[in-house]
């Protein structure tokens, strides 16, 4: 069993992995800066072994929240996002270390303690997760280490509520896509219910869908679908033109079926889309 990359996407469903000096607020599960400050005061062995200057601060406060959680309670569900912000902290703190301070060169050394820290840390969980039949673990370890085991965990699970989440029914597309392509239409047009209400919805649900039209050469389709993620902010902006030479379509033809797309894309923002 492997796991198929398609789509043009490099895997791994995680929070945004992005450098910056994060100086913006943060506010991760209900919690704010000061609940992270409160946290470093009663419990510094969270928080000592980390970078303290202004690098990377999101990701860091991130790894704080998620320790005092995971030790709290030592449940999957925290181990896994323990393991996501250990791993956009070292993201970030990887390429901040690389950076030579200007003025305090103690910096770059906290920098790169709190890096191996991190990266200890990582395979630390990694190791305890491995054989962990929580579906967001074992999604982890298959699709990160191709652990085939993890992967047959994972898929066993396939038609089961605990599957039921965007991200989860993301790898199950991912593992389809090459084998059944109307399947995989199937399963990324059901994602789209499966989003809170708060949640964005990324573009990348819908230019998987036409992708798999294209591999059925449905191309009417296709086209429905390319007008359909043109309508998300982060789209990819991929030129789908050769399909209007394909069809053929009058400028009639394709004014009616950008008009179902805007009503496909309101259906999907406002959770009513059904198949």
């Not at 913006?24 to 062995?45: A, H």
């Not at 869908?209 to 059925?216: A, G, K, N, P, V």
């Amino acid at each position: 069993m492997s796991l198929v990359k398609p789509f043009g996407y490099s895997f791994f469903l995680a929070l945004p992995l992005v450098l910056s000096g994060c100086d913006s607020g943060f506010d991760l599960f209900g919690f704010g800066s000061r609940s992270v400050k409160s946290i470093c005061k009663n419990n510094p062995e969270l928080c000592e072994d980390l970078n303290r200057d202004g690098w990377c601060k999101k990701e860091r406060n991130g790894v704080i929240i998620s320790r005092f959680n995971e030790m709290n309670e030592a449940s999957e569900i925290n181990q896994y996002q323990l393991i996501k912000n250990y791993r956009d902290y070292n993201f970030c703190i990887e390429l901040a270390a690389s950076i030579e301070p200007k003025y305090d060169k103690s910096r770059k050394t906290q920098r790169v303690i709190g890096l191996l820290t991190s990266l200890e840390e990582l395979e630390r969980l990694e190791a305890e997760t491995k054989e962990s039949n929580y579906p967001f673990l074992s999604m982890y370890h298959w699709t990160q280490f191709r652990d085939q085991a993890a992967g047959e965990r994972f898929l066993a699970l396939e038609g089961t509520d605990q599957l039921n989440h965007p991200d989860l029914q993301w790898t199950l597309a991912i593992y389809y896509s090459g084998k059944d392509a109307k399947k995989t239409i199937n399963i990324l047009q059901n994602s789209f219910k499966l989003f809170g209400e708060e949640e964005t919805i990324p573009a990348k649900y819908a230019e998987a869908i036409t992708s798999q039209y294209m591999t059925l050469k449905d191309y009417r389709h296709a086209y429905l679908w390319a007008q359909v993620a043109a309508l998300f902010e982060d789209h990819s902006k991929q030129d789908y033109s050769g399909l209007n030479h394909k069809l053929k379509l009058s400028e009639e033809q394709q004014k009616v079926l950008k008009e179902e797309a805007g009503i496909i894309f309101k259906q999907i923002e406002k959770r009513q889309y059904r198949l």
